[in-house]
């Protein structure tokens, strides 16, 4: 706890129900709420005891500190959640999205597929063409497209020494 002495040091006035709104105002303004917000609110109050110059008007000094605490809890809620998505992407099978894989990498998997298997792929990912635009441009049946689009990427997956799916799609 602060000493009373601690507490008078620079204030020539007690804290009032004035800085304690201000406070609050602000902090809700830039966003806090619930548990964070109360816990902003005593800080700024902790701060107003401790380190307020001796004018009559601290409003603006109130409302500075309060903005001040409320970047700084933006800040560190910030850095939390990079620090959380740093991790959850490098556990096995984290992160949001699917693996991804360096194109140098899936260029040199698809050089080593048959050629037939290796077209089929180029045209359905890179090209964006669809299984009947593929089956339309190599004149093949379109069953044969998804067949044989189903064993290039099996074989692509041996070949990248990868034991789960792509998580790309036919």
């Given amino acids: 706890m602060v000493s009373d002495a601690r507490a008078r040091r620079g204030r020539s006035r007690p804290l009032d129900r004035e800085d304690e709104l201000?406070?609050?105002r602000?902090?809700?303004?830039?966003?806090?709420r619930g548990a964070d917000l109360e816990d902003s609110v005593q800080d700024v109050l902790l701060r107003v005891l401790l380190?307020?110059?001796p004018d009559e008007n601290l409003g603006p000094w109130v409302a500075r500190v309060a903005r001040n605490l409320a970047m700084d809890h933006h800040r560190k809620e910030q850095r939390r959640r990079t620090?959380?998505?740093k991790v959850a992407s490098r556990r096995p099978?984290?992160?949001d999205g699917p693996d991804l894989l360096t194109p140098l990498v899936v260029a040199g998997g698809l050089h080593r597929l048959r050629p037939d298997h290796r077209e089929v792929i180029v045209l359905r990912f890179f090209a964006g063409l669809s299984t009947t635009q593929i089956a339309g441009r190599l004149e093949i049946a379109e069953g044969t497209v998804k067949s044989r689009l189903s064993r290039a990427l099996a074989a692509l997956?041996?070949?990248l020494?990868?034991?789960?799916?792509?998580?790309w799609t036919a």
């Fill in 22 to 24: 201000v406070a609050r």
């Fill in 26 to 32: 602000v902090l809700a303004r830039c966003g806090l």
């Fill in 51 to 53: 380190f307020a110059p």
């Fill in 83 to 85: 620090l959380e998505a």
């Fill in 93 to 95: 099978g984290g992160g």
């Fill in 157 to 159: 997956r041996l070949e």
């Fill in 161 to 167: 020494g990868e034991s789960r799916d792509l998580r």
